[in-house]
Structure formats: structure tokens, C-alpha cells
């Protein structure tokens, strides 16, 4: 009984549930990102490369009575394919926190904590009734400076 509360506890908290939702979310945003890239990129670089098709570029080895295959290309592939990714979802990303971005609000100066002698023009506390430096007695209603 004990193990169905923490499990119900464990399941109930809600970084779980928000933890889920972004898996959900991010898989369906992985296809709109491969999709972007598949359909629309990639095109866009046949064209500008000439239909260059990284992905069939390979050496063969002959070895012995085997035979090995290295395809360098599908992983040059792969890596510019994440690179496209990675950009893509970059500049999606900071449209949607430029779209979330708080204006902030203006901040009020810090209450004046000094003010000015009246007779020596010296900087002292606020709550000072006598001057400390030409010892002028104040007048008991001063504006702040």
C-alpha cells in the first residue's frame, strides 16, 4: 500500500507532468523541424550546390575475400543535417522568446537619503538637524537634494 502512495506522490508532482508534456511536445516538434529541413533546406542546397547528394559518397575496401564499405557520406550528411537542425530550431526558439519577452517595467530612483546644508552647500544625512561641518543649525522643513 505504502508503494501505490509514493508512486501516486511521485506521478502527481508537477515537474512529472510538465516533464511529460515537453516529451510529447518535442516530438511532435522534431517532425515540424525534420520536415522544415527534409522539405524545404535541403532542396534549397541541391540547388545551390548543383544536386550534390552527400549521402552516396563511400570507399571500398577489399580485404582479403571481404569486402568493407565506408560511407563517409551519410555521416557528412548527418552532420549538416544537424547543423540545420540546430539552426533552425535556434531561430525558432528566439522568435518565440522574442513573442514571450516581458516589457520591464521602469524602475523609480532610490529615495534621496542626503541632503544640502543651506549655509556651507554640504552633502548631509536627511535626518540631520544640525550640520557637522559649519555647524549652522537647520531649518526644520528642507527639500531632499
Do not use: W
Not at 28 to 33: M, N, S, Y
Amino acid at each position: 500500500m505504502k508503494i501505490i502512495q509514493e508512486f501516486k506522490t511521485f506521478i502527481s508532482r508537477g515537474n512529472v507532468l510538465d516533464m511529460a508534456v515537453g516529451v510529447i511536445i518535442g516530438g511532435a516538434f522534431t517532425a515540424i523541424v525534420n520536415s522544415l529541413v527534409a522539405d524545404v533546406i535541403n532542396p534549397i542546397l541541391g540547388i545551390i550546390t548543383g544536386g550534390l547528394d552527400f549521402s552516396a559518397l563511400s570507399i571500398t575496401f577489399n580485404v582479403g575475400a571481404g569486402e568493407a564499405k565506408l560511407n563517409y557520406g551519410a555521416f557528412i550528411s548527418a552532420i549538416i543535417n544537424f547543423l540545420l537542425v540546430a539552426a533552425a530550431l535556434f531561430l525558432l526558439v528566439k522568435a518565440i522568446n522574442k513573442l514571450h519577452r516581458k516589457k520591464e517595467a521602469p524602475v523609480a530612483p532610490p529615495a534621496p537619503t542626503t541632503k544640502v546644508c543651506p549655509f556651507c552647500c554640504s552633502e548631509i544625512a536627511l535626518e540631520a538637524t544640525r550640520c557637522p561641518h559649519c555647524t549652522s543649525q537647520l531649518p526644520e522643513e528642507q527639500e531632499p537634494a
